[in-house]
């Protein structure tokens, strides 16, 4: 009795199990969700991430290379300046002190020229007269040895007395060059020290060279700063109108990206707001992270939107590169890929489908431009359900 008990449960799960088999192999078709191929736009676009940084000079390090105590600093950070304005002070009395001594020295050295120019021209001039009263005296003796009313002597001393003149006469002038030229390369010289006095005096005193934000303060009023081989930084100032936007575009989309092409962007800050922009660069040289190969797209933020905008922020991006006007076109949802071609499932009735393959063109957002293949109106299903079979069966 037991033993036809149990005989008679398996032919029962047999059975069952067949009639479930049969249940889900039976070849049916459920459409879920459709929508119309229709004529309208659609922007080609290639969905990519960024980030804000400062554009090239619009963050300055600003350094001092005058070595001393910071007596004066002006700013914080957070504090916003303008260019030209004083940022900090270093300490400037041995500088002071040097200009004060090639002041001096510029004095004498200015001394020691008006001197030469006021005397040596009176001396070349009693020079001068010694020289013509030699000459006449020394003609009137020549002239009286012809009648033999002077001695040789007499006109040999003339004649001396004339040479020596004459050499004096013409040393001055010579020196009377010579020292003038020595004392105003002597003026330039001190001028030259002066002028380097002064400009290491400029060093001590320190402006910022643009508008913008104080971001980063490395060193405190009283602290010593040694500048040697390398400039000490104090300040950093950023200019935070001056932005731009790096896109890390793929390798496999930097095929499609051009300079001038349209960009659309926002930050997770401010979600609801749409930023705009347009690509001005593409750097050639790649940027590799996590082994992936990307290249460098950059975007100028406009003033008004860098008002929103901060370095470092992340930006998504959906750069632009086609746009279409009054073309056939179909949600992306109704394109499928099966076999290695692009098909689309026809709806000819309900829950009946006849699958269409397609050309196409673009793939926007939401939308794929319909090159052949289905017509303006024709119903394609989005959603669906196919029969369980390796084909599925046209109804």
Known sequence: MKKAIIIVIAVVLVAGGMLLYRGLTKSTTKV?????VTKGSIRGVIVETGIIKPQVGAVVKIG??????????NVKIGDRVTNGQLIALIDDREIQKAIEQQKASLSSAQKTLTQVEQTYPERIKEAKANYEYARITFERETELLKHEYTTKDAVDRARSQFEAAEANWKKLQSEYGTQTEIAKANIEDVSAQLRQQETRLTYTRIYSPIDGIISDVTAQEGETIVAGLQVANLVTVLDPARLEMWIYVDETDIGKVKIGQQVEYYVDTFQDKLFHGTIEKIYPQPVVKENIVYYLAIVRVSKEDSSFLKPEMTTHIKIIFSEQQNILIAPNASIKFEKRKQVVYKVTGPDKVQQMEVRTGIRGEDNTEIISGVSEGDMLATKLIL?????PENQ
């Open 387 to 391: 029969p369980v079979s390796s084909k």
């Open 64 to 73: 001092a290379r005058a070595t001393g105590a910071i007596v004066k600093m």
């Open 32 to 36: 879920l969700e459709t929508a119309k």
